[in-house]
């Protein structure tokens, strides 16, 4: 009776390390996993629902989280689609801990996405961040598309680019576009 005892024991023993030995291999599982997770794939996988986004120029979009690219995302408000550089945010709201990696071998960028405006002729409004601390509203349309900047034509609220209706020019480097939006809905111009 003794040695059943003894078995017993040794088998607990042996049954408590190996489940200790499993735990710390879960928990090295999950924290390197949450190593290789990107805010993109979190962002992917909350696609279609609701976000509120705060810029680093403390302004806060929030809508429907509609496409999210290499770099940038595009939101859907009541009013207007909003295209977000992901540099440019501060943080986000309303995310799970749901993650997606991208299936795609190739990623739309930030410039790309801007230049699907600009061949569209679209009319934009862009927030512009300044050295002052409050972002400049531009609306216009992007004209050409670089690599690393664009240059748009400035319009007057609710006038389409023909020759009298440009304000000016402007060449933007992508570090300074907070958000590009679309002209709202039922409005003619202004942010």
Not at 150 to 158: N, P, Q, T, W
Not at 161 to 168: N, V
Request: aromatic share 4%.
């Amino acid at each position: 009776m003794r040695w059943e005892a003894l078995f017993n024991d040794l088998l607990g023993q042996l049954d408590a390390a190996e489940q200790r030995t499993a735990d710390l291999e879960i928990d090295e599982l999950f924290r390197a996993e949450l190593v290789s997770l990107k805010l993109m794939d979190r962002l992917r996988a909350a696609l279609n629902t609701s976000v509120s986004i705060v810029l680093s120029a403390d302004l806060r979009f929030s809508g429907e989280l509609r496409v999210v690219g290499a770099d940038w995302l595009l939101l859907s408000t009541q009013r207007r689609s909003v295209l977000l550089p992901v540099g440019a945010i501060s943080h986000l709201e309303g995310l799970s801990h749901a993650a997606r990696p991208s299936t795609k071998a190739l990623q739309y960028r930030f410039a790309s996405a801007l230049r699907v405006l600009s061949q569209r002729r679209a009319g934009v409004h862009l927030l512009l961040g300044s050295a002052h601390g409050s972002p400049e509203a531009v609306q216009g349309v992007i004209d050409r598309v670089a690599a690393d900047h664009c240059d748009i034509s400035a319009l007057r609220d609710g006038e389409f680019r023909r020759e009298g209706s440009i304000l000016g020019e402007k060449i933007v480097p992508f570090t300074a576009i907070l958000a590009v939006s679309s002209l709202p809905v039922g409005d003619d111009g202004g942010l």
